[in-house]
């Protein structure tokens, strides 16, 4: 078997591919790409798995193509969706394509004169000139309509399933589009293999029939398994539905590594092997030591670790393991204002006139500064011990005074241990 491929299932995130890969990969250097939609101008958590296959692939001496889809984009992959997203404007559309080219060269090797050095592409370049006249004839009548029906993401939105209302023909056209990007690819850039999460095997495989129909020439499709974690639930998001975003403006690096830091025993199995570059032997080895001192969490620490340091770089996570050891480990005496805010940037907070908190019962405080949602549920978690001040436990009856200041400027506010809340006196 390609090393590639054996790579990709001992971590768990092989899925399926097509006759012939495997002796594609071994018979020669193979160009593949995987794509990447503008839907914001930043990539999240999810677009970590395909980021990674691209830098695996790579470095076992192949050539990898990230696709920003400045002309798909403008669509909306219907995959796995039951309801059409709400189109950009041209605009704000470039803008996303923009961030996103700048994200994905901090991941891939770009750089050198080696013949499998990364390249970007946007597929707006060679869509926005083609006519829909030209599209339809020299495209659209390679695939029938029976092809494109038949697909998983066509016939669950025509179905009904998840309360899906059908299709704009907008969206049916998507498969089309998505699978002339890899017949222009294919003539132009030699690229034999689309790579991609399992929802995508279909609008991958119309890539590849259309690459046998309009140049007679045969390509290759590998997919990856969709995320999930151990229990089955969605992977990526915050319990209010918020993703986590690989630009620390919108996600800062200390709530990224903590999102890591407390993936379950069962995930972080699972996840060091999907998300780090460690090694077979290395991975098994902390997972051992691991099960010999759980609670120590040393396998959630090396992943976290792995992962920050890949997105955000040595510095970052150094910043965000001390924030960690503070918040969870030390006091926080001889506390400055310049080191406060470093360490702390990205946690949620408020302001508030500094007069106005002094004296102020904590129950007014925790629901004035909107870190609970009322005073009934600030005396709710009260009356359970699991607020703290400073890192110090209170209850009902106390009352923040001008000792209770960082650096008289600042109040931690805790529920548990893992949220916190920032109150900064104006």
């Not at 503008?38 to 790579?58: E, M, N, R």
């Not at 294919?186 to 129909?213: A, F, P």
């Not at 040595?314 to 918040?327: F, G, M, P, T, V």
Request: with cysteine.
């Amino acid at each position: 078997m390609n090393s590639f491929i054996e790579e990709l299932k001992w971590r768990g995130l092989f899925a399926d591919m097509m006759p012939g890969t495997d002796e594609q990969l071994n018979k020669e250097m193979t160009t593949a790409y995987i794509g990447f939609d503008p839907t914001a101008d930043s990539l999240h958590i999810g677009s970590l798995i395909q980021i990674k296959i691209l830098a695996h692939f790579q470095q076992h001496g192949h050539k990898p193509i990230a696709l920003v889809g400045g002309a798909t984009g403008m669509i909306g992959d219907p995959s796995g969706k039951s309801a059409e997203r709400n189109l950009l404007d041209e605009e704000t559309l470039l803008h996303y394509v923009d961030c996103l080219k700048n994200q994905l060269s901090r991941f891939l090797d770009f750089s050198g004169n080696e013949p499998n050095k990364a390249e970007l592409v946007n597929n707006y370049d060679w869509m926005k000139n083609i006519s829909f006249l030209d599209f339809a004839k020299n495209v659209g009548k390679n695939i029938t309509v029976n092809y494109m029906m038949a697909k998983d993401s066509v016939k669950k939105r025509f179905s009904g399933e998840a309360g899906a209302d059908g299709m704009s023909f907008t969206e049916f056209t998507y498969q089309l589009i998505q699978g002339y990007d890899f017949l222009h690819l294919y003539q132009n850039n030699n690229v034999k293999l689309q790579m991609g999460g399992s929802d995508q095997w279909g609008n991958i495989t119309t890539g590849t029939e259309l690459i046998r129909r309009k140049a007679q020439g045969e390509a290759f499709a590998l997919t990856v398994p969709l995320i999930t974690k151990a229990d089955g639930s969605k992977f990526g998001k915050s319990e209010s539905g918020e993703n986590y975003w690989l630009d620390k403006k919108k996600t800062s690096p200390y709530k990224f590594y903590q999102f890591w830091l407390n993936a379950t025993d069962d995930d972080a199995e699972r996840f060091i092997k999907f998300y780090t570059f460690l090694g077979k032997e290395e991975i098994e080895n902390l997972i051992e030591e691991h099960k010999t001192a759980e609670h120590e969490k040393k396998l959630q620490k090396k992943l976290a670790e792995e992962i920050t340091v890949w997105v955000h770089g040595r510095e970052e996570y150094e910043k965000a393991l001390r924030a960690s050891e503070i918040l969870f480990s030390k006091g926080m005496d001889d506390m400055n204002e310049q080191i406060f805010e470093e360490i702390f940037d990205g946690i949620p907070n408020a302001e508030m006139e500094k007069s106005n908190i002094i004296g102020l019962n904590i129950v007014d405080l925790l629901s004035q500064s909107n870190f609970l949602k009322s005073k009934s549920e600030a005396q709710r978690e009260l009356k359970g011990n699991s607020i703290s001040v400073n890192k110090q436990k209170v209850n009902a009856s106390f009352s923040i005074s001008e000792n209770d200041f960082v650096d008289g400027k600042f109040i931690l506010l805790q529920k548990g241990k893992r949220n916190q809340f920032i109150v900064k006196a104006i």
